[in-house]
């Protein structure tokens, strides 16, 4: 059966983009069957609505309290049985009991090298800290914050130059392409994580992921 992709994302959706592109082209393993935003006017729900994709809007905004808007995205997200929930620049922090319902199949890229630059704002750190080269990881997700373990990792160049925004737009080419990648593998059953860690084919990951420029 095809495998089920469900993505949660609060903006413009060019993650989720490159993730549909894949799908399409045959090489995400599966197909994406809904696409949920917290954010109304997000351009990822208009992305997915051309493509024909199911939709969802749930707006933190109209509930009391995190746990309030976790459950109702859980269940939305039960209904559509995913082989793997993928948060594509998704703006929220997750609770404790949503991240442990999904465990092993929740999915997230981080724009920085982790585990440099938790949080906001990773361009501008790299920069600050004179970094020669910044990135994008994805990982699997775990209550601490971009702290689960990595999956694959592409790295680019810091150039003489930068602001924040060339670095942006420059490690967001990266992302477009590792997240697909990183997909295939997890619905393609090539990845095992247990307390010793994560396993690729069998094989323990580099702590960092794979680099992607080694990636297959
Ligand atoms: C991406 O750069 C993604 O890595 C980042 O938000 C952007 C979303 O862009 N995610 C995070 O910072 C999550 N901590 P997109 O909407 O065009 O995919």
Redesign the pocket.
Known sequence: MTKRVAVL?S??????QSLLNASLEGSLGGGISLVISNRPGAG?LCIAQDAGIETALIDHQRYPSREAFDQDLAGALDNAHPDLVVL??F?RILTPEFVARFSGRLM????SLLPLYPGLHTHQRALDNGDSHAG?TVHYVTGEL?GGPPVLQARVPVNSGDDANAL?ARV?AM?HQIYPVAVNWHLGGRLAWSDGGLLKDGLPMPPSGELWKNAS
Do not use: V
Request: glycine fraction near 20%; hydrophobic fraction near 40%; proline fraction near 5%.
């Open positions: 994302l903006g413009r959706g060019s993650n989720f990822g594509a620049g703006m997230n890229i981080h724009p994008a971009d942006a967001l992302e």
